[in-house]
Each structure stands twice: as C-alpha cells, then as structure tokens.
C-alpha cells in the first residue's frame, strides 16, 4: 500500500492567514515542510479520506489524478475535512470528464452535515436521495463504531472518534494485502467501544491527530501528552508492534513548534510528524 498525505494541517491551515508567530511566519518564509494544507490522506491511487477544501491543490503538487478515485471515507462534516463545493462539480452540469463511481463512506450523522453543506451550494441536493446519488455518480454506505465492510480491495473499519458527536465522527482502519493502517483525526479521545474495536488489529501505520502542542489543549482534539499516552496503551494492548509506524498529523501552530525542531523532538516519544507530500510505502 502506498500512503501520501495530501495535507496535514488543523482546521485553520498553516500559516494561519493573520498570525506572525514563529511556525507560521517560518512557513511564509521558508516554506517546505511548514506549509500545511487542509488535511487529507491518499491511499494507491483510489482511496480517499476526507474530501477536504485542499484536495485539488494537492493533487496539481502531487501529481494526483483524482478521476482515479474509487472511494472516500469521510470522518466527519467539518469545512476543513470537506468542501461541497468539490462535490457539487461531479454533476453534469458543471462538464466533467471521466467520472467514474464513488463509494461515499461516512456515519448517518456525517451524511447529514455533508447533505447540509451540500444544500447550501445547490438547494435541491439531497444525498440521501438515489436521483441524487445517481446524478453525483456516488453510493453511500452507512459506518458506525465496529463496523467493517469490504471495498474492492480494502476492508474498511469503522472506530468512533468523540470528535464531534452530534455527527457521530469516525476514524478507519484500512487493511489491506495484510497491512493495517489507523487513519485518527480528527479524535478528541479512543472511547472504551473505540479500544475494543482497535483490539482486533496489529496496526502497521498509526497516524493521530496532534492539532495541539504541550501546554496547549482548547478542546475537541489530541495535544502531544495524549498522543504519547495512547501510543504506550495501543503498545500494552499490542495493539502496535515494534516495526509500527507513528505519524503525528492535523497539525495546528498552537504549542507546536517549526516541523524539524518538533520532529526532532517527539522521535524520543515514538513517533514522527508527518508533512504534506509524504510517501510512505508498505
Ligand atoms: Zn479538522
Ligand atoms: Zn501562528
Ligand atoms: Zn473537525
């Protein structure tokens, strides 16, 4: 399986448009790998999770032809994990070329944000509509905590991420060709139905969310204490093994520091920062 991070921002992007802090005047400056997007991961060539505001921006840097996308997982409705707009230009009307059939993964309550969002562009739409499906060519598929269901190649998990429950938000392990994958953001913290669900799984890729620094947590997501404790659990549990990867993503500029001092830094935890454009390959 081969992994890209296509962005791997928090919600407010980095830089932030209106802040001179260190992080984000050396991402205006010097650029490379403190210049986060939106985030947003790539699996091969057909899987996608999140439909977030950056993605085409993404894909002309990377060289990504997105028409190859067969399915997106969508862990929750927030703007910077999906822009309707994208959506909306599946449509005839707009004169796409080559769009094939995406299955559209997310839970009921996320459906339902996603329809909002969607309404808001083109008030008619209605994704839980099968004329509407039809003319988005998408099927949708209904994920709650636990749940597993079989996508061509991939088996798809479901794990309840408390992030935003109104929505019921999720995060997914991905396995596939005996290789597992935990894609965590956004998560605010692994319920004890989120732990058993991830008992079933020796995870080779961990990525979590670290929107927040040390001494820094204004709520909703993981600060960096949080990430090292559910690192040392998922070890007890054995839910990782030694050769397991850790990635730190969802990267915001609030008690976080330039991408080289942090990565640095949090390799003596156990765990790497990821940047947007990573490759990893398994
Ligand atoms: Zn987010
Ligand atoms: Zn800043
Ligand atoms: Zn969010």
Not at 12 to 25: A, D, Y
Not at 26 to 40: A, L, M, Q
């Amino acid at each position: 399986m081969r992994i890209m991070f296509l962005g791997t921002s928090a919600a407010t992007s980095c830089p932030l448009v209106f802040c001179n802090c260190t992080v984000c005047k050396n991402g205006r400056t010097k650029k490379g790998k403190d210049i986060r997007k939106r985030s947003s991961l790539l699996i091969n060539e057909d899987l996608l999770i999140d439909l977030g505001p950056d993605v085409p921006t993404s894909s002309s840097m990377y060289n990504i032809d997105l028409t190859k996308v067969k399915y997106i997982l969508q862990t929750h409705g927030h703007s910077d994990h999906f822009d309707a707009g994208h959506l909306i230009t599946r449509l005839q009307e707009y004169a796409p070329e080559n769009v094939e059939n995406i299955s559209l993964l997310a839970s009921k309550g996320t459906i339902k944000s996603l329809n909002r969002r969607l309404k808001a562009e083109e008030p008619d739409a209605n994704l839980f509509d099968e004329d509407w499906q039809r003319r988005l060519s998408m099927d949708i598929r209904y994920m709650d905590n636990g749940d597993c269901i079989k996508l061509g190649r991939y088996f798809i998990t479901a794990v309840e991420s408390l992030h935003d429950i109104s929505e019921n938000s999720l995060i997914y392990v991905v396995n596939s060709n005996e290789k597992s994958i935990l894609y965590g953001t956004d998560l605010l913290r692994l319920s004890d139905r989120a732990w058993d669900t991830l008992k079933r799984f020796e995870l080779d890729v961990v990525i979590l969310d670290h929107t927040y620094g040390e001494g820094f947590n204004a709520g909703g997501h993981l600060d960096s204490g949080q990430v090292i404790d559910i690192i040392t659990k998922m070890k007890i549990e054995k839910i990782i093994h030694e050769n397991s990867m850790i990635y730190a993503t969802h990267i915001s500029h609030e008690g976080n520091d330039i991408h080289e001092v942090m990565d640095k830094l949090v390799n003596k935890n156990g765990y790497h920062i990821a940047y947007d454009g990573l490759e990893l390959n398994l």
